[in-house]
């Protein structure tokens, strides 16, 4: 399938939306297991939080190049490109109660932006694009823009 490059209109308005909803949400927790599925098999290789006195807004998956990258949940597909810095090539589902999941360091990007995907779907490839020491899926799970720890909302 033929994946066309995606260019954000009003780019990088949903990371400006997160400073603005920082202190609105800051304190609460959101823990809800099972919302959401794991969107590949493999070790959690690095955690969510700071990381060598950096920010992980998500968490790394390990898994072999080329496995089956699925949506965590039902959604739109709303970013498929590579304009994240270090991401490499990215997919961003939006879902209902203003979840998003994004997914990074694909090898390969296989849904357009605009299309809606079923919990389970194909939608990527693993790979080692980007700023990445290794074949790997970085997820995250953001709820009204704030990066949440994904391990909250896995089975
Ligand atoms: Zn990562």
Not at 57 to 75: E, M, N, P, R, W
Request: aromatic share 10%; charged share 25%.
């Amino acid at each position: 399938m033929e994946v066309k490059p995606y260019v954000p209109k009003g780019q990088g308005s949903w990371v400006k939306g997160q400073e603005k909803n920082k202190e609105e949400t800051e304190g609460k927790i959101i823990f809800e297991k099972g919302r959401f599925i794991w969107p590949v098999k493999g070790e959690v290789t690095s955690g969510f939080g700071i990381r060598n006195g950096q920010k992980h807004d998500g968490i790394d998956i390990s898994a072999l190049s080329g496995t089956d990258v699925v949506a965590a949940d039902d959604g739109e597909v709303i970013y498929n490109g590579d304009g994240m810095r270090g991401y490499g090539n990215i997919i961003i589902i939006q879902h209902k109660e203003k979840f998003v999941t994004i997914y990074g360091h694909n090898k390969e990007n296989l849904a357009n932006v605009g299309k809606n995907v079923k919990k389970g779907e194909l939608i990527a490839k693993v790979g080692n694009s980007g700023n990445s020491t290794g074949y790997h899926l970085h997820f995250e799970i953001r709820k009204d823009t704030k990066p949440r720890n994904p391990l909250f909302f896995l089975p």
